[in-house]
């Protein structure tokens, strides 16, 4: 991955959760905590 790809999708990131938080009252992180937490349990079961 190059320097340039890397910074785009770090903004784009970034303006995903700027979006999220000036709209949708900023309940992104969350939702993604709690899929990353059911994905992680999910994972362990099958290890």
Partial sequence: MTNRIALVLGLMVIAMFAIDSAF???SLPLFLGKK???LIEY???WR
């Fill in 24 to 26: 949708f009252a900023g």
């Fill in 36 to 38: 990353i937490a059911s």
């Fill in 43 to 45: 994972v362990s079961f």
